[in-house]
């Protein structure tokens, strides 16, 4: 794993959410301890400390004698990227079952958004997470509720 660039889901959440509280706290002139930051977000020190290095080499902070030095603007930007993934199905139901499909595709968790397409394809369900593993579980619920009635699955990852 490459600091900075390859966390894993959970990291990723941790470190969104100590760029937001790095930036709160300059913008209130408060200065905050590794202690602190770690009980404002309920992690360890040793998770903090990790955070800081991934964040240092995205030039987010410079660490200098104790100090911590903030580039505001990497900051925001990383407070501001989404923390989710997402993934897309097309199906090919049975014929006159992809209504029925859509209102049982819409209700499962993790299912953001059911549409009917023209083509191959005649259903299409985007399925978000926060993570790659739940995404798989939430997908593949999705698929095998409606499996009966699905003749051909097609799976498109996101970014």
């Known amino acids: 794993m490459v600091l900075g ?3 894993p889901a959970e990291l990723k959440r941790s470190q969104h959410k100590l760029a937001e509280l790095l930036l ?5 002139g408060m200065g905050l301890s590794r202690q602190g930051m770690a009980s404002a977000l309920g992690i360890s020190l040793e998770t903090v400390a990790l955070l800081l290095v991934s964040l240092q080499a995205k030039n987010a902070v410079r660490i200098e004698r104790h100090r911590l030095f903030l580039h505001k603007r990497i ?8 923390v989710t993934v997402r993934a897309y199905g097309l199906l090919k139901t049975k014929q006159g079952t992809s ?3 859509i209102a049982i595709i819409r209700c499962q968790p993790g299912v953001i958004m059911t549409d009917w397409v023209e083509g191959a394809a005649d259903v299409i369900f985007a399925v978000q997470s926060y993570d790659r593993d739940s995404l798989a ?3 593949i619920r999705a698929i095998a509720s409606v499996e009966l009635m699905t003749e051909e ?3 498109l990852p996101a970014r």
């Open 24 to 28: 709160h706290t300059a913008a209130e």
């Open 5 to 7: 660039l390859d966390l």
């Open 137 to 139: 579980t939430l997908t």
């Open 153 to 155: 699955i097609q799976l």
């Open 75 to 82: 900051l925001a930007r990383l407070a501001a990227e989404p």
């Open 99 to 101: 209504e029925r499909a």
